[in-house]
């Protein structure tokens, strides 16, 4: 597990690093990933490495509030742990007007 910046492929923005322990793996603003993972988080296995969209904010008891993300290539669904600095709630807003 690497924490480190990027810049998002999807707004372009500078995202810094992951505030807590934990490794960065979705934009903090716009809150697209990347397709990395493969099996489970952090495995770096996947060979898509195309954009992942948000498309929902799930809460899991023991995790905390997640990022449902959707490749745009082959379809994969991963959660994601959103983080304390995320812009989840905007989100929230835009997903809520669309139903």
């Known amino acids: 597990m690497i924490n480190e910046e990027f810049i998002c492929n999807n707004c372009s923005s500078k995202v810094k690093k ?6 960065r793996n979705h934009c903090v603003y716009c809150l697209y990933s990347k397709h990395l993972d493969k099996n489970y988080p952090w495995d770096r296995e996947s060979s898509c490495f195309w954009l ?4 929902l904010i799930d809460y899991k ?8 993300h959707k490749c745009l290539k082959c379809d994969k669904e991963i959660l994601n742990k959103i983080s304390s600095d995320d812009n989840f709630l905007e989100f929230s807003k835009k997903i809520n007007k669309k139903s």
């Open 18 to 23: 992951h505030p807590e322990w934990s490794a």
């Open 52 to 55: 992942m969209k948000p498309i």
């Open 61 to 68: 008891k023991n995790k905390g509030y997640m990022i449902k």
